[in-house]
């Protein structure tokens, strides 16, 4: 039987907006899911900032550009000090 969640990106980045920490994004795609009438898509995506979690942000239930969009838009806050708002 093979695992029910991708492992998709998995990465950490030192953050120069806070020092000293890391901006961890992990995003997964889980393979027992059905995109149907609530849920655009089968990817997770867990977004946090240095080990105590702060400012942690978890998303379900997205499609792929979805999950990809979030993630950018938070590190680029986070790393780089851009703040990105959709509109």
């Known amino acids: 039987m ?3 969640f991708e492992l998709i990106e998995d990465l950490s980045i030192p953050s120069s907006v806070h020092p000293g920490e890391s901006v ?8 027992t899911v059905r995109p149907g ?4 898509g089968s990817y997770l995506v867990h977004l946090h900032v240095g080990q105590s979690n702060r400012h942690a942000k ?9 999950v990809t969009e979030v993630a950018l838009r ?4 986070h790393v780089g000090g851009v703040a990105l708002h959709k509109w």
Not at 37 to 40: A, D, F, G, S
Not at 74 to 77: G, K
Request: proline letters at 4%.
């Open 2 to 4: 093979s695992p029910s």
């Open 24 to 31: 961890h994004v992990c995003i997964r795609n889980d393979r």
């Open 37 to 40: 009438r609530q849920l655009n």
């Open 58 to 66: 978890h998303y379900a239930g997205m499609s792929q550009r979805d």
């Open 74 to 77: 938070y590190v680029l806050e």
